[in-house]
């Protein structure tokens, strides 16, 4: 294999070096002794007209990231992390987002199609003891999606302090996968932390050329977390909701698993693997088929990426000594239709420059630098100079074309909304814009790297409707939603 075929392969799951046989951290199996924290599910207010109003609050709380040891922490409606949100295709929703804490921030409903205003971008402040109010209504395919702050120079912090949950989108139209919360279908949101001996979080996320690259892994907010299944299969939602880690993700006796969804949606057909890999920000949903009374690992592996990760075992999961039957796993999930590309598309081209810049610039707050016409498909050519990236489009669904020239591999062909750039290598997107317009308030595209984010490497661009894009300002006023 070439090089160019590696970093085909290793765009969504392919990038771990180590060996089935290794031990990981070299973690004893009996010290994964607590119990994995399961975040409740958000139960919504249903108005006269249908509209389901979701309450989030962020503030701060203890919680104990190590046992017997509370630390401060940053959360929604709890110390830690947030709950987890479920709506239906076709549901009106508003969120009901009020700031507890002493500091501006934000919400990004990351993953979501949904007008400039209502993204929680860093245009969308919300002031210590202000409450903001989005409302939209979901149309777009089930997909595993996610909130968390998106401050501009801040978000690495935000972050890091525990503001991050995990937003379901079903679909009635979905053929039948597990889906029964906390039973057969799990969150699972990865995140590394640096501990002192007190169990607080330490560290500078915006110092080093990554930021934070912790040594405790914590799932769901959980240190050594077991996790007990009690049917055949198991859905694992999963999510990479650290700073800067990358995770490369098998099983410590490496079987095999099926891939049904990433980011933005279900796959075609379920992708049997051993392995899979989330850069900052992706999601993936893992079918699991585990036998009575076993008991497995699941590890992230060190990568051949330029950071330094190490091996680090994350979760326990024990089977019950019966479990309850799965039906068969669907042969075709119904999964996204390729994105075409028209023979005219428009090509834009990113380059990744450093850890501060794209194509040479800082993200400014008040400059528009695409343009784009609603509903387009674009091709976007992302270039990676040096250090390891990946790169996010708020609001859109796109498709990965190739690798330096090179096809992804069939796990890597499903709608994405995040992807991995390796260093010195570029990444074509077939883009599928949105229908939502407005030429004053722009959505964001960036790396997913938290410090590189903070540090300028991110940029704007709006929808118009097609034609007025030479009418549109390129410079905007701040804004304060």
């Not at 207010?45 to 509209?51: H, I, L, N, S």
Request: charged content about 20%.
């Amino acid at each position: 294999m070439n090089r160019r075929q590696f970093l085909a392969a290793a765009v969504l799951s392919g990038l771990a070096s180590g060996c089935g046989s290794s031990s990981g951290s070299g973690s004893d199996p009996a010290a994964f002794r607590t119990e994995l924290r399961v975040p409740p599910l958000l139960k919504p207010k249903v108005g006269e007209d249908g509209t389901r109003t979701f309450a989030l609050t962020m503030q701060r709380g203890r919680s104990e990231i190590l046992p017997g040891k509370p630390v401060e922490t940053w959360g929604f409606n709890g110390p830690h992390l947030g709950p987890t949100i479920r709506a239906a295709r076709g549901d009106k929703v508003r969120m009901t987002v009020t700031n507890r804490l002493d500091e501006p921030s934000t919400v990004h409903w990351h993953g979501m199609r949904l007008p400039a205003k209502m993204d929680g971008g860093p245009h969308q402040t919300i002031e210590p003891g202000g409450t903001w109010t989005p409302h939209w209504t979901i149309d777009q395919p089930a997909a595993t999606s996610w909130y968390h702050p998106h401050p501009h120079g801040q978000t690495a912090k935000h972050v890091y302090r525990g503001l991050a949950g995990m937003f379901i989108i079903d679909d009635q139209s979905v053929p039948g996968l597990p889906s029964r919360y906390g039973v057969d279908d799990f969150p699972l949101i990865f995140q590394d932390k640096n501990l002192a001996e007190d169990g607080s979080p330490t560290g500078d996320p915006l110092k080093g050329t990554f930021g934070i690259l912790g040594d405790h892994m914590l799932v769901n907010g959980t240190y050594q977390a077991f996790v007990n299944v009690r049917t055949e299969q198991v859905r694992f939602r999963m999510l990479n909701g650290s700073n800067a880690r990358m995770y490369h993700l098998s099983f410590a006796d490496r079987r095999t698993f099926h891939i049904v969804g990433n980011d933005a949606g279900l796959l075609a057909a379920p992708v049997e693997v051993d392995q899979v890999s989330l850069t900052p920000g992706e999601r993936v949903e893992v079918v699991v088929t585990f036998a009575a009374g076993e008991q497995v690992l699941l590890r992230t592996l060190a990568g051949s990426d330029d950071i330094d990760e190490g091996d680090f075992d994350l979760l326990k999961i024990v089977a019950a000594p019966r479990l309850a039957a799965s039906p068969p796993l669907p042969a075709r999930l119904g999964g996204p239709a390729t994105i075409v590309v028209p023979p005219n598309a428009t090509v834009r081209r990113f380059r990744l420059n450093g850890h501060d810049a794209i194509n040479g610039k800082e993200m400014d707050m008040s400059r528009i630098d695409e343009v784009i016409p609603a509903g387009a498909v674009e091709i976007w050519e992302i270039e990676n100079t040096v250090y390891a990236h990946n790169f996010h489009i708020h609001e859109v669904a796109f498709q990965v074309l190739d690798v330096d020239g090179d096809k992804p591999a069939a796990y890597a062909s499903g709608h994405k909304d995040t992807v991995y750039v390796p260093p010195k290598s570029t990444v074509r997107l077939a883009v599928q814009f949105g229908r939502f317009t407005d030429p004053a308030m722009p959505y964001m595209y960036h790396c997913h790297i938290l410090r590189h984010e903070d540090s300028g490497m991110m940029g704007q661009f709006v929808i118009v409707k097609p034609g007025t894009e030479n009418q549109v300002s390129r410079t905007i006023a701040a804004h304060h939603e």
